[in-house]
Nanobody
Framework: VQLQASGGGLVQAGGSLRLSCAASGRTFSSGVMGWFRQGPEKEREFVAAIRWSGSTTYYADAVKGRFTISRDNAKNTVYLQMNSLKPEDTALYYC????????????????????WGQGTQVTVFS
């Protein structure tokens, strides 16, 4: 399985970006896709996650109301729409895939994800 993240860039505070994560190598009909990020001199942290089936999503408090995660099952692609960006959103954003859904409490846990993309840089300037 390969995950290809794209869509990062340089944006002014208040602006928007949409990240994409295309999965190849297998078709996901179940499980979870997540976005994590690692800012400068910070630990990697959970951002958002979505199940491949159904409507379950989960967001970190820091992005709730500003970011929206969605998926296109036909394209095996997950998106992260990021609005009202802030300088503190600056980070390398990673997408990850877990081929099992283990419950909503596990969607935020890095160790449950089996596959990771290479990351795409998001830089927000004020």
């Amino acid at each position: 399985v390969q995950l290809q993240a794209s869509g990062g860039g340089l944006v002014q505070a208040g602006g928007s970006l949409r990240l994409s994560c295309a999965a190849s190598g297998r078709t996901f009909s179940s499980g979870v896709m997540g976005w994590f990020r690692q800012g400068p001199e910070k630990e990697r942290e959970f951002v958002a996650a979505i199940r491949w089936s159904g409507s379950t999503t989960y967001y970190a408090d820091a992005v709730k109301g500003r970011f929206t995660i969605s998926r296109d099952n036909a394209k095996n692609t997950v998106y992260l729409q990021m609005n009202s960006l802030k300088p503190e959103d600056t980070a390398l954003y990673y997408c990850a895939a877990d081929h099992n859904y283990r419950g909503i409490n596990y969607m935020t846990k890095e160790y449950t994800y089996d596959y990771w993309g290479q990351g795409t840089q998001v830089t927000v300037f004020s």
